[in-house]
């Protein structure tokens, strides 16, 4: 089993910054790619970032290109997911997740087999 831990998340006015960390324990010999998706109240659970564990390959919802960025660091087994000049609708509940293995695109929620348990942005305006 994979164990996901996110860490980060706050209460920020626009145009702040905020980093969100996750880090991977258990069985993580095994990692594709790690993502980073969002969901607010009443909404679906939408991408936002991705990375490929081999390559450092990156992908990006439209809405935040230019602003947010992800990162890994192999050894830690942790994905961070930088976001700067925060607007309102950031404001949700971030997970990150998990891609043992490279059976679909890193931008599909059905790629992932696990997911860690959250972590709360609030932007103000």
């Known amino acids: 089993q994979v164990q996901l831990v996110e860490s980060g998340g706050g209460l920020v006015q626009a145009g702040d910054s905020l980093k969100l960390s996750c880090a991977a324990s258990?069985?993580?010999?095994?990692?594709?790619?790690m993502g980073w998706f969002r969901q607010a109240p009443g909404k679906e659970r939408e991408f936002v970032a991705a990375?490929?564990?081999?390559?450092?390959?990156?992908y990006y919802a439209d809405f935040v290109k230019g602003r947010f960025t992800i990162s890994r660091d192999n050894a830690k087994n942790t994905v961070y997911l930088q976001m700067s000049s925060l607007k309102p609708e950031d404001t949700a509940a971030y997970y990150c997740?998990?891609?043992?293995?490279?059976?679909?695109?890193?931008?599909?929620?059905?790629?992932?087999?696990?997911w860690g348990q959250g972590t709360q942005v609030t932007v103000s305006s």
């Open positions: 990375i490929r564990w081999s390559g450092g390959y990156t």
């Open positions: 258990g069985r993580t010999f095994s990692v594709y790619g």
């Open positions: 997740a998990l891609a043992p293995r490279g059976l679909g695109s890193l931008l599909f929620r059905r790629s992932y087999d696990y």
